[in-house]
Structures are given as structure tokens and as C-alpha cells.
């Protein structure tokens, strides 16, 4: 079996760890090519190191290299208050041992898919920014990449302001250079990625995995509990599951099956008050031809079933 | 009892109307001294002819001026696909024999409203065109105004696009100029709205009162349910009830004790893409002081009985 | 011979008290019905104060009644640095005798125009809220005026930033109001204003007159020699002549024929960097319908003598 | 003596014609390592042919790389109407021997300036879509360049729309980008071009010199007097003279001598009508700390004489 060959993007951050769970447990289908950093819910000096620490101890033998440290136009506003100051809540890992790659991010990805015979897919569950500058200066990057599956943006509602979720407004215009770049793109915003919930009874079975890395996992994903907060605005149970909104990135590849979603024509607000807002266009109002592959629904139990999988799969490697 | 006195601006429109069966069935609670048609649903030839035809029918005594034909800065938009080209759907009123007032909307609210001895509260269901005019043109008046109980905007999600409200879409500058206004506003939007809906068996409900009225009352509700088409972006129940936008912003004014809210800051996006999205504070990250008083729960059950009472009032009057 | 029927919306500042001199100068000409004063190089307060306290120097027996606070949508900023903490440099004025109107501008400047027989002029030097605000709240009014003739806007650079005129700036908002308005706009920007300029020389022929409201308007249009800094990026005698702004929007009046200009499309840049930007589609390039004649030269000479000449008129008028 | 390593990003197009004319002239000077195109006034397709046409014939030897198609966001729209079709006029010069690099642009300049143990020096004479992009990208070249010399902008007026210099409204998100970098830029925008323009009977000294070369720059600069229009916004001798906008971006290297000019901080609006308008903030209202070198003067003698002398180098260097 051909395994695909995948770069993943990410600014790790608890649920990107997560994320890096699934797609490691996976490697028989997943190649990772390469794993690049991008600023976001912390600082890149953060990311690049969180990704380094905990790619480090779950035992991935992955080039990562260092992103851009600023959004295109925005200022960088981190999120240290979702995910601890460290980016792993109070969950603790090693230093690295994985270096810092010598290639910057950009120029490693460039080299990277020009390098290969196959088609490369993108994972990106961060801010845009290192997959809009790639696009951007290296269009000829375009037809050799497969798809972009992405976790950030929302048709409906936001996380980070009432109308924009957390990636998409960090950096808008990168969401926007990726959605007209003509390259296929599957969204993960939050209109699926709220539905791709694990109960803390579920979480509690990650727990009973008994090993090390499952007990990290399980304070991981039940550090968001203390930290979140439910208004009247939000939905019911905002509160009391654990949203595994990265991991829905890479579990789309693995398991496409457990995903519905609508081709849309996509936008992105890019300046004033609603900056970061991805419109949906979901009624085809516009007439506008879809750019986006926009994920709506997700088979939940599956979706539990096949992480606690993969934090099962990295326990015993880990032994 | 005293009664409160209002003054009501509405695009009839099905909804509009039975805002105003709510509002005309409670004349012991409710002192109606004007009606006023704003440019929104429909245009304003017909929300006049509407609001006078339909006041006419159900035998309301008021005067109703002609307002503005155009939003503040955007180019009117109609939406005769939803409330059908009359802007009653299949239901014929006979020709008015209410006339059309002399005034001018914004001279019959300057000088209702200063002649009153009383602290005057406003109904708004349409866009705020009209009273956001009068505020800016008229500053005198604001230290008269009760109130301002407007069915519009939304904090999560849109009816219009996928970020914006109708009412709030067609003239986001009003919107800005009321909630700045520093006039107490009171916000129905979609948050609410969506929850103070009507199942087809208690619409059957209407139609077994048995009168003319209510029969015409019936076809109008359940018109909505041949046009609106719901997405899997939407709630599941979209497209199988009868949501009562506009009966909100009277019912609030009738049975505040139906109802829960929240203080927030909120504010209007003006321009592009997001236009006409009202983005509520609702976690105040801003730290600004709130301005807006949004509605987000209703007693559902409670909500429809009252409503059923009123067309049985109106019906019996009509007797 | 008919004398034209006029309104004077002003905010004075200097060089609105010479533009008032002018106006009341030629009262055989000209028969100003009312005064309103908008908000703008000073506060509300300010400029009414100043308009009745210059004017009832002068002699001008006139209704003067307060305008709106703010621009609608941004917040006021006042230009103090220019005008001196008065308004008028430093040259004083007795207490006013003229009392403040019983009626808010925008009601005066209605009531004013609905009961005349003939249209009325509208002549503008500040910002355009108080013209705004009643054209968008009573459109009835729209036939029955004449013409706008407003000092603001520039087709090529600006005052108050690098792309705005300081009245436009102020307000940008209103000024896209009143060009799509549909009644008949003349617009003297700094492309004509900056070539009615006064030399000293020329100033000090006012001076000679030898009264003392000549010594008074001779201080007042100095004043600005001492202010105003020329950058590299103005015309090269920019800080040595004094531009009778305001005065054109009255000369333009009494003398169209001391001008040139053009029929343009017009459009105002509402908000971000460069609000307030009048951008005039001097070649067409937009293919619209002009909504503005834009005037972009004067006959200097004849200009200032003129004006000369209104200041001899006053002055043996108050001998 | 040590020549100045440079790379040129350019648009050929009449007067960056006379840039590169300008700058191959003086190679003694002026060290030119690449060549990329950038689209603007007219294709990428024709602005890398012209390159290579136009430098082959004045036999140029230098890698000419192929730059990005588009602008970073907006449409864009080219100026065949003021360059002609071909982009040259009505001046015809052979197929180009110099071949199309295999690098494309962007990966061009990043390994140029990566390999160069001196820092080197971007002249950009067209949209800094390339630029722009190279820095965003790989922001690693930054300590290695020595200075941006850019023509484009205008702190005052523009001649693309009323605001906005041709350049700077194609891609303004791009000049932004550049602006914000960090790098030193030196902005030669219309207010220094206006001044640095060549006379019809100066241009004669060019046709005097009596060769091919001379002959052809003859027929290429005074191409524009045919299709420019003056209208009374312009300056009185707009549609007379000869200005040389791109020359000034390399003169400025040449003879920094010959200019005056002032630091001032700059920003761009980048969307909505007045988009490309580069604010100069030239009296420093905004107190911000100043990132562009904006030119404002220029001996314009010394310059005319000096691009006769290049126009003579390149004629003999052809013999
Ligand atoms: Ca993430
Ligand atoms: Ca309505
Ligand atoms: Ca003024
Ligand atoms: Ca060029």
C-alpha cells in the first residue's frame, strides 16, 4: 500500500499535539515529510520548540523547520490564556531532541515538494501564514500539491471574536491567498470540529490506556475544561466536552468517510471589526464557483474511537 | 393602568404583521400613537400600503407615515423572494381605508414624541433607517425615548449572509447610529428569534379558532414554510417551523418575564464582505461598556400561548 | 432685482468669519434667512458663540441656531492649533447680542426651507452634518433647494491629512450624503482655495482702510502667517499668502464668473487611512455621471478686490 | 573602485526602458546580478520579453528571471492605453537573444542575494509584487539588503486614480509589505518624478546624438506626449514634458547628489476607493517613527544631462 506523503503545519498547542498523535500512530498510511511551525496561539520561538519537545517524545523522525514569526498584515496576537503559557497546559515533556531544522520553514517546504514524485498534501492547523507565503512566491508549488486540508475558520459564529474563529483571524489574508490559490482545500472550521467533541467519560477511557502518554493525553485534553468558558451565545455543552477542533485535519485524510461537507465559494474579511470572518457562502447566493470543500458533519463515536486508537498505538511504541 | 405609549416602524411583511396583531390585541397594555414603514422586506410603497391595508383589516385607528425610501449608504435590497411579491405571500387584504398620514415619518415621530408628556417607547422591526435618521437629525428627542425594542441584528450566525441579520444587513449605518445613540436598545436577533418559533400542529392551532382572520393569520405563518430552504448549516429544525422574528420585539414589551438577556457592547460592521454584522461582545473581551441589551433565551410555550390569544382578540373584535 | 434666498451653515474660525463678511456685505444680493453652525474646527459650543458674537458685531440681524455635536459616525476633532483656543486668533469680539435660535438647526433650516416661496441656497464651510442630517432625514426637502455651494474636499492633496481636507475629514460620512443627494453641488476643495490667496501686501490694504474692523479682519487673517508650516510637499509659497477658504463658497455666488471648474464624479473615501479622500474622477476613467462641479481656478485679483471691498462695506456700515 | 551589486525588478514599459538604459550605462558603477520582471503595466508575459528584447539589443548580459503574474490580492489591470500594446510604443527592437532564466523570480533574488558576500542593493521600478513577496517569504534576506531604491507613490495626488500613483495601486498590499519590512526603502513617488522631467526640445539633444540607439529613446519618450492628457487638476506643463519617473530610482544610486528628500513614515490604504494611496505623513501628525525615504527634489539639469551622457555611453558602446 502507497502511503501519502504529507507536510504538516502546526503551532503545538494542545490540540495540535493531538493532532500530531493521530497523524504519527498513522505512519503505515501517513509519510511525513515534513513538519514546519507557524506563530499563532503562541509564539514561534514556542511552537517550534513545542513541536521539536513533543514530536521528540513520542518518537517521530521528522525535519522540523522554523516558520515566519509574524502574520502578513495583522499583529501577532497570541493566546496564552486557552493554552497555558507553555502552549501544553500544565503537561510537561523532555527538551527536544530533534534539532531545529537549517532550512527555514518556507524554503524547506519549496525544496521539499519540487523534490518529490508525488503529489504532497498540506496539514495545516495554525494560522495560514508559512502556506500563504509558500503560494504566494512559489506558485510553481501549485500543481504539485494534492490538497490542503485545513482546521480554522467557521461558517457560522467565531471562537476568538463572535465572527472569526482563532486561525483564520490571526491571519485572514493567508486564509484568503490559499482560497484563491486554486490548489483543492478542505476546511475544518468550526462548524464540524464542534461536533467532533470527546465527553470527559470518554476522555477518562484515554486515561484507563494506563501508560505515561496516555495520562499526558488525558491532562492535555481536560486542560481546556478549566480554562473554558460557556456564555448564554454559546452551545449547550460548550463547556463540558473536550472539541478536538486539529485533529479533525489530519482525520479527514485518514478516514474521509466519517466527514460530510459542502463545496462553497469561501471569503475572507480582511480588515474592521469582523477581520477573520471565513463567509461561507452556503446557499450559493453569490453564484460564485466553490473554492472550498467546507466539512459540516462527522460520524463522533468514530471519530473517538480511532483517536483513543492512536493514543494506543503511540503508548505501545512507546514501551 | 397606565398604559405605554409607542410609537412602531415596520416593513409589513408577514412577520411585521403579526407583530402588529400582537401589539393592536393588547391596546389596554399598549398606547400605539404612530405607525411608521420603513424600506426593507419590500419596498416602501409597498410596506406603507401594506401597514395601512392590514391596520385597516384588523380595525386599528392610528395614524401610519411614509418613511424613507432608501437605507443611509447602501443600495436597497428586497427580499420579495421570501414574503412574496405583495409581502403577504398568498394572503389578500382588501384596500386600505386607513390613509397615508401627511407627515412625513421622521416630522411624525419628532413631533409625536415631543408633544408627549411621557417618555415615549419605539418598536422597531424593519431596518433602522427611520429612527436612526430621526436620532441623528434630532438629538432632542433622545432624553424622551424610553426605549428602543428592535427585532434585528444577530450575535451568532446570519439570515441574509452567512454573517448578517436581514434588518441589519439592508442599513448597517442605522444600526451603528441607534446602538451609539445612547438611547436604552433592546436586541432580538437571530439569537433569540430562532428559539421563539411555532410548530406546524400549534399553527393549527390558529387556524381552529375557526374566524377569517385567523385563517388568513394561518396562511400567513406557514407561507414562510414553502420558501425557506434550510442548509446543513443550519439548525436541524430550520425549515419545519415558523420562527415569529419581529413578534419578539413587541412581546418583550408585553411579558419581559419571557425573556433573558445580556448586557454587551456591540458593534456594527459597516462595510465589505461582513457587512451588517452585528458583532456582540459577548465574553466582553473589548472591556467596553455594554450598549445593547441582547436577548438570547425565550419561554417558548409561553411565547406561543400568548400569541394564539392574540389573534383570538383580534378575531373576536372583528366579529 | 431679486435677491437670492440663502442659508449659511458655518463653523467660525477665522476664515468663516471672513467668508460671513462677505455674505453680509452684499445683503442687496443676498438675503441670508438663517445662520446654522455645525461642529468642526471647534466645538458646537465655540462656533455658535463665534457666529453670534461676530455677527452681531458686524450688524447682521439674523436667527443663529446651534447644530449637531458630532459627525455622525466619527469621533469630533477639533483644530484649536489653527484657530486659536477662541476660534478667532487672537482677536476679540464683544459678548453677542444675537440670542441662540429656540430652534435646533436641522428643525430651523427645514422649517425655513418648506415655508419659502423660492428655493433656497444652501452655502456650507465646515463639515456637512447639520446638511447632511436633514437631507437624509427629510428628503422632502431636496426640491426646494437651489444649490449647495461648500467650501471642502480636494481633488489633489489635503490639509488635514496627506489625502483629506480638514472639512471633509471631519465628517466624510455627510459628505457622501450630500454628493448623493441628487440636489446640485458646488465644491470649492483646495484645488481652487489654494488660489485664492491674499498676499500680505494685499492684506495690508485691508489694514489701510483704517477702521476698526478692518484692523480686526487684518489680525484675523495674519494670525494664520504664524501657524501654518510649509513642508517640502506644498506649494512653494504656502505659509506667505493667506487661502480664503470659506470665502469662495460665497464669492462663487456673488460671482460665478470670477470661476472655472468641472462637472465630476465624486465619491468620498468613508473610512481607514484615507477618510475623508473626495476622490474626483477628474478624467473620467469611472465613466459616471458627475454629481459634483468642482471648481479648480479663480481670477485672483478680481477675487481679492472684491473681497476688499466687502471689508469697506462693513466697515461704513458700522462707522 | 567597488561597484554596487544590484538586482532591478522592473516592468518594461517605456520608462523603465530608460531605467535600464540609465543603468547599463554606468556598469563601471553599478554591478547588475539579475534582472527579474514584474506584471504591471502590461503582462508578464510582455514585460519579461521586453526585458529581454530591450536588454539583448543593447547588449546586456545578465540573467533575467520570470516574476509572479499577479498582485498579492487585488485584480490586475494593465496600461496598454499609456505604453502601447507591445509596451514600447511605437518602437520595434529584435527578438531578444537573452534567454527567459530557469529560476522564476522570487527563487532568482533569494539564492542571489543568500550567495553574495556583500549586501546588495533592489532597485524596483514597477509593482513590488516580487519584492514584496521575496521578503515575506524568506524574511532571512533582510540583514543582507542594502536598501530598497522604489519608483512609485505619491505623498501628494497620484496619476492611476485621483489618490493613487500607478504602482503603488496596482499591488498595495505589496508596497505595504515592503514598507513595513524593516529595510531601508527610498520612495521616488510623483512628487520627485514631476520634477524630473526632460523638455521636447531637450529630448531633441537625445535624437541629436544621431545613432540607432539614440534614435530609438528618442521615439520611446516622446511616445507619451501622444497619449498623456492634462486636465486642469494637473500642473500647467504636464502633457509638454518628458517625465522620467523609473529613471529616478537608479539616478538616486548614481547621484544621490542630484535629490532632496525627507524620512517620513508612510502607510498604505489598501482597500476601497482611494486603494494604492501612499500616506505620507510628511508633517508627522501621527508622531510614528519614519520607514521611508521620501524624495521631493531633484536638480533637474544636472539629471537631464546626466541620462543624454548614458544614452551617449550606451550609442557608442553599440558602434
Ligand atoms: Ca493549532
Ligand atoms: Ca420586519
Ligand atoms: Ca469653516
Ligand atoms: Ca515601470
Redesign the interface.
Known amino acids: 500500500m502507497t502511503r501519502l506523503p504529507i507536510i504538516i503545519d502546526t503551532d503545538p498547542g494542545i490540540d495540535d499535539a493531538m493532532m500530531l498523535t493521530l497523524a504519527f500512530a498513522n505512519r503505515e498510511t501517513l509519510d511525513v515529510r515534513l513538519v514546519t511551525t507557524c506563530s499563532g496561539n503562541i509564539s514561534q520561538d514556542k511552537t517550534n520548540y513545542n513541536a521539536r519537545s513533543f514530536l521528540s517524545y513520542i518518537g517521530a523522525d521528522v525535519e522540523i523547520a522554523r516558520g515566519?514569526?509574524q502574520p502578513?498584515?495583522r499583529e501577532l496576537e497570541v493566546a496564552e490564556d486557552i493554552h497555558g503559557e507553555s502552549g501544553f497546559g500544565n503537561v510537561q515533556f523532555p527538551a527536544p531532541t530533534l534539532p531545529v531544522s537549517k532550512r527555514?520553514a518556507?524554503?524547506a517546504m519549496?525544496e521539499t515538494i519540487m523534490a518529490s514524485d508525488e503529489k504532497i498534501t498540506i496539514v495545516a492547523t495554525g494560522p495560514l501564514t508559512n502556506v500563504a507565503?509558500?503560494l504566494?512566491?512559489?506558485?510553481?508549488v501549485k500543481p504539485k500539491i494534492e490538497r490542503i486540508s485545513w482546521m480554522g475558520g467557521a461558517?457560522?459564529?467565531g471562537n476568538m471574536?463572535?465572527?472569526a474563529e482563532f486561525n483564520a483571524y490571526v491571519d485572514p489574508?493567508a486564509v484568503?491567498?490559499v482560497f484563491r490559490s486554486g490548489v483543492p482545500v478542505v476546511m475544518s472550521g468550526l462548524?464540524v470540529t464542534h461536533k467532533a467533541f470527546v465527553t470527559i467519560d470518554e476522555a477518562k477511557s484515554i486515561l484507563n490506556i494506563g501508560t505515561e502518554f496516555a495520562e499526558k493525553a488525558y491532562h492535555l485534553v481536560t486542560y481546556y475544561l478549566d480554562v473554558i468558558?460557556r456564555?448564554?451565545?454559546h452551545e449547550e455543552n460548550y463547556d463540558q466536552v473536550l472539541h478536538f477542533h486539529d485533529v479533525c485535519a489530519v482525520m479527514y485524510l485518514l478516514k474521509p468517510e466519517f466527514f460530510?461537507g459542502?463545496d462553497c465559494f469561501v471569503?475572507?474579511?480582511?480588515?474592521?471589526?469582523?477581520a477573520g470572518?471565513t463567509?461561507?457562502?452556503?446557499?450559493n447566493?453569490s453564484g460564485k464557483t466553490p473554492n472550498v470543500h467546507v466539512l459540516?458533519?462527522v460520524n463522533r463515536k468514530a471519530f473517538v474511537a480511532e483517536f483513543v486508537k492512536a493514543v494506543k498505538v503511540i503508548s505501545e511504541r512507546l514501551q
Do not use: C, N, W
Not at 504566494?136 to 510553481?140: I, M, R, S, T
Not at 471569503?267 to 469582523?274: D, I, P, Q, R
Open positions: 515566519l514569526e502578513m498584515f527555514p518556507v524554503t519549496l507565503a509558500l504566494l512566491a512559489h506558485p510553481e461558517a457560522v459564529g471574536s463572535p465572527t489574508h484568503e491567498i462548524d468558558k456564555t448564554s451565545f460530510e459542502q471569503e475572507v474579511a480582511l480588515e474592521g471589526l469582523a470572518a463567509v461561507v457562502d452556503y446557499t447566493r459540516h458533519s
